[in-house]
C-alpha cells in the first residue's frame, strides 16, 4: 500500500519561507517521479514542481521558478519543497503526488499521478 504524508505547512508571512516534506511508504523514489500541487479556495488544483525518477531533472511552474526547490532524499524516502520569498498569492493547500507510471520525468498534469498525500496547508500573511 502506498502511503504520503506531508508534513511543514504553516503560517508565515509574506518574505518568508517554509519546508514542506513529503515521506512516502510502500514505493521508491528511485524509480518514480514526484511532484508538487497546491490548490487555494475556489480555484482548480495546479502544478508547482516536479522531480524526475533518477532526481536528474526537475521542473516548476512559472510563478515559482527562482523562489521553490524541489529535491529529495533517497535515503529517507523523503521530497521536499523549499519555498522562499513566500507571497500572498502563494496561499494553499499543497499536496505531493508519485507518477503512476516508473522511470519518468515528472508530469505537470495532475492525471499522471496516482497516490497523493492529504495535503498541508500554507497560509501567506501580507
Known amino acids: 500500500q502506498v502511503r504520503l504524508v506531508e508534513s511543514g505547512g504553516g503560517l508565515v508571512q509574506a518574505g518568508g519561507s517554509l519546508r514542506l516534506s513529503c515521506t512516502a511508504s510502500g514505493r521508491t523514489l528511485t524509480l518514480y517521479s514526484m511532484g508538487w500541487f497546491r490548490q487555494a479556495p475556489g480555484k482548480e488544483r495546479e502544478f508547482v514542481a516536479a522531480?524526475?525518477?533518477?532526481?536528474?531533472?526537475?521542473s516548476s511552474a512559472d510563478s515559482v521558478k527562482g523562489r521553490f526547490t524541489i529535491s529529495r532524499d533517497i535515503v529517507k524516502n523523503t521530497v521536499y519543497l523549499q519555498m522562499n520569498s513566500l507571497k500572498s498569492e502563494d496561499t494553499a493547500v499543497y499536496y505531493c503526488?508519485?507518477?503512476?507510471?516508473?522511470?519518468?520525468?515528472?508530469?505537470?498534469?495532475?492525471?499522471?499521478?496516482?497516490?497523493w498525500g492529504q495535503g498541508t496547508q500554507v497560509t501567506v500573511s501580507s
Open positions: 522531480i524526475s525518477w533518477s532526481g536528474g531533472s526537475t
Open positions: 503526488a508519485t507518477d503512476r507510471k516508473k522511470f519518468r520525468s515528472g508530469s505537470r498534469l495532475s492525471t499522471e499521478y496516482d497516490y
